[in-house]
Every structure is written in C-alpha cells, then in structure tokens.
C-alpha cells in the first residue's frame, strides 16, 4: 500500500516536472537539474507525503492493525475450539472406553450371577432328591415293618388254626397266640427278618 502511494507521489511530481518543463519550451530541460523544478518537485513531494500522513496512512495503518487483530482474533478463537474439540474428542473416547467396560463387566456379571444361581438350582434339586430318597426309604421301611406285622399276625392266625386241628384239642385263643407269637419271635434272624428254617 505504501508502494502504491509512493509510486503515486513520484508519478504526480514527474508530472508537475514536466508540466515546469513544457512551460520552458525545451526537451532538454527534463535532464538538466533548475532549481525551481527541484524546489516545486519537493515542496509538492512533502506536501502529498503530509497529506497522504494525516489522512491516509493512519486510517489504512489502523485498519491494517484492525484487520491483523481480526485475523489474530480469529485464529487464537479458532486454535480454542480446535482444542475443545480434541478435548471434547478425547472424553468422547474415554466414555466410549468407560462404557465397553461397564458392558463387560456387566455380561462377567451377569454370567457369574446366572452361574451361582445355577449351583444354587442344583443344590436345592439335589436336596430335595435326598429329602425325597429318606422319605421314600422311610417309607419302604415303615411298608416292610407293617408288613411283616402283617405277616406275623397272619402266620400266627394260621399257625393257631393248624396247632388246633393237630392238636385236636381247644385251647383258648389268647394262649395259642402267645404261644405262636414266641415261636415267631424265635424265629427272627441276626437281620431283622424272618428265618425262613425253624431253629
């Protein structure tokens, strides 16, 4: 911009030197120094240089210096959000990361829950299977028992019936059975059960 006013007042002073020199009358005159023609050349120099000074320069300097600051401005705002976008950028990635853990751990979670709770099925099926084993078993037992006092109030009825035929003689049934219920007695074995063998 200066260039430009500087080739503008160097234009205007050849022109007023030409014009000085035309009024002489010869094409030599532009060679040889006069000093009026130095004297209006500079007078006319320093009076545009003033001119273009007060007011030209300082408003185009200004808005130079507005538009550099503009131009800071916009690069210091501009280097901000570039910086809040990488920030911004970085806690994205970070609560990306935050989140594909919590996932993580929340299927190890899950699959630890759902592998308690399957021991837990497991033990209270298997208790409920040793419940219902004792239950049977107590069961089969109390079957047996009643059915070996079955068995031996039976045995005790035929054996009162047969002793009475081979006897041939009546005894009263209370003293039968007592003796039939002895024998009986007699004859259970070392397990529990009845001998199949008289002693």
Do not use: C, N
Not at 46 to 52: E, K, P, S, V
């Amino acid at each position: 911009m200066l260039r430009r006013l500087l080739s503008g007042a160097v234009a205007l002073a050849s022109a007023t030197g030409a014009a000085v020199a035309a009024e002489g009358g010869g094409g030599s005159a532009l060679i040889e120094p006069k000093i009026g023609t130095i004297f209006w050349t500079s007078l006319t120099f320093l009076l545009l240089a003033f001119l273009l000074g007060k007011y030209a320069w300082r408003p185009l300097l200004g808005a130079l210096d507005d538009r550099q600051r503009s131009i800071e401005d916009s690069l210091a705002k501009a280097k901000r959000e570039r910086d809040e976008a990488a920030r911004m950028l970085d806690e994205h990635k970070g609560l990306v990361a935050q989140a594909h853990r919590e996932r993580a751990e929340a299927v190890a979670k899950g699959e630890q829950d759902a592998e308690k709770l399957k021991a837990e099925i497991l033990e209270q099926a298997r208790q409920q299977r040793d419940q219902l084993m004792k239950q049977t078993d107590q069961q089969i037992k109390a079957g047996i028992a009643q059915a070996r006092d079955a068995l031996r109030s039976t045995t005790a009825d035929l054996a009162i019936r047969a002793a009475g035929k081979l006897l041939a003689k009546d005894l009263d049934d209370a003293t039968h059975r007592r003796l039939v219920e002895d024998y009986l007695a007699g004859l259970e074995g070392p397990s529990g059960g009845l001998d199949s063998r008289p002693s």
